[in-house]
């Protein structure tokens, strides 16, 4: 059997194609003194041999390892800190990585859940997958959402409790959307100083008193802390994520409340927190 002809040297095109890149790569690799300029032919073409395409095939091996161009002619220039980029590179590799099995396991718990609420912290989703279809409301994976957002998954998972007994106590879950529907109602047509927000912000805290009694005894708060001792479990799900302090977190987060509900607002705050005659907050459950 006859062997194809084999040329004793290439064209640009046909080296690029051989080695898997493009004309135009090969030729950067020359501007930046990464390939030397290889012999032209008589009609002035770059004409590339063995020892050209050696190079050119390693070069685009540790360009495809995700080594940069820089790093590569110092490794071919045997400079002391192409270790130190492949230090480098290995880490954010491994940071790319723990990406990569942070949204591979998301995903998992998208399709698990078959809810948005898989994509919330496995402390948060865990909690409440159990709940019946439809028990927990769009608007409460969206305060979860939020809660997480701006104190954490610890911070959630304890939200959690809430919505885990509105689900469970229908006179407490039609409580919460009287109230919800009287707040709604304090837009800017309302005065802040509207007796009607003194007794809104008292029939609010009767009613979060309630919900606190319920959760109390429904033996919510063992349960997480149960969750809480397999904290480390989770620890670092959420690294490299920017986070920032929840006031300044808080900040940012914008709703629409008039100057009625803002006061509202404050009253429930003050109502469920009252400050002593020293000026201090007593301690809460």
Same mark, same amino acid.
């Given at each position: 059997?006859?062997?194809?002809?084999?040329?004793? &040297?290439? !064209? $640009?095109?046909?080296?690029?194609?051989?080695? #898997?890149?493009?004309?135009?790569?090969?030729?950067?690799?020359?501007?930046?003194?990464?390939?030397?300029?290889?012999?032209?032919?008589?009609?002035?073409?770059?004409?590339?041999?063995?020892?050209?395409?050696?190079?050119?095939?390693?070069?685009? @091996?540790?360009?495809?390892?995700?080594?940069?161009?820089?790093?590569? *002619? %110092?490794?071919?220039?045997?400079?002391?800190?192409?270790?130190?980029?492949?230090?480098?590179?290995?880490?954010?590799?491994?940071? @790319?990585?723990?990406?990569?099995?942070?949204?591979?396991?998301?995903?998992? &718990?998208?399709?698990? +859940?078959?809810?948005?609420?898989?994509?919330?912290?496995?402390? +948060?989703?865990?909690?409440?997958?159990?709940?019946?279809?439809?028990?927990? &409301?769009?608007?409460?994976?969206?305060?979860?959402?939020?809660?997480?957002?701006?104190? #954490?998954?610890?911070?959630?998972?304890?939200?959690?409790? &809430?919505?885990? +007994?509105?689900?469970?106590?229908?006179?407490?879950?039609?409580?919460?959307?009287?109230?919800?529907?009287?707040?709604? /109602?304090?837009?800017?047509?309302?005065?802040?100083?509207?007796?009607?927000?003194?007794?809104?912000?008292?029939? *609010?805290?009767?009613?979060?008193?309630?919900?606190?009694?319920?959760?109390?005894?429904?033996?919510?708060?063992?349960?997480?802390?149960?969750?809480?001792?397999?904290?480390?479990?989770?620890?670092?799900?959420?690294? #490299?994520?920017?986070?920032?302090? /929840?006031? !300044?977190?808080?900040? !940012?987060?914008?709703?629409?409340?008039?100057? /009625? *509900?803002?006061?509202?607002?404050?009253?429930? $705050?003050?109502?469920?927190?009252? +400050? %002593?005659?020293?000026?201090?907050?007593? *301690?809460?459950?």
């Amino acid at each position: 059997m006859s062997l194809p002809a084999i040329p004793r &040297r290439v !064209k $640009i095109g046909d080296a690029a194609a051989f080695a #898997g890149t493009t004309p135009r790569a090969v030729r950067h690799y020359h501007a930046i003194g990464l390939l030397a300029e290889p012999e032209r032919g008589s009609d002035d073409r770059r004409r590339y041999g063995y020892d050209d395409m050696i190079r050119l095939l390693w070069i685009r @091996k540790m360009a495809d390892a995700g080594i940069s161009l820089d790093a590569i *002619r %110092d490794g071919f220039e045997g400079a002391t800190g192409i270790e130190q980029s492949l230090a480098r590179l290995e880490e954010s590799l491994a940071s @790319k990585a723990a990406a990569i099995e942070s949204q591979r396991a998301a995903v998992h &718990r998208l399709r698990e +859940v078959g809810s948005p609420l898989g994509l919330l912290s496995p402390l +948060v989703s865990g909690r409440l997958r159990e709940l019946p279809p439809g028990a927990l &409301r769009p608007a409460d994976l969206d305060t979860l959402l939020v809660t997480e957002r701006i104190f #954490g998954p610890l911070g959630a998972a304890v939200q959690a409790n &809430r919505f885990i +007994v509105l689900a469970t106590h229908p006179e407490l879950r039609a409580e919460e959307d009287r109230l919800a529907e009287a707040e709604a /109602a304090l837009d800017d047509t309302v005065s802040p100083g509207d007796p009607r927000i003194e007794d809104l912000a008292a029939q *609010r805290c009767t009613h979060e008193t309630a919900l606190g009694a319920a959760i109390d005894g429904s033996g919510l708060d063992e349960a997480l802390d149960d969750l809480l001792d397999q904290e480390d479990e989770h620890a670092g799900e959420e690294e #490299g994520e920017e986070r920032m302090s /929840a006031m !300044k977190a808080i900040g !940012k987060m914008p709703y629409d409340f008039s100057p /009625a *509900r803002l006061r509202y607002e404050e009253r429930v $705050i003050e109502l469920l927190h009252p +400050v %002593d005659q020293d000026g201090d907050v007593p *301690r809460t459950r």
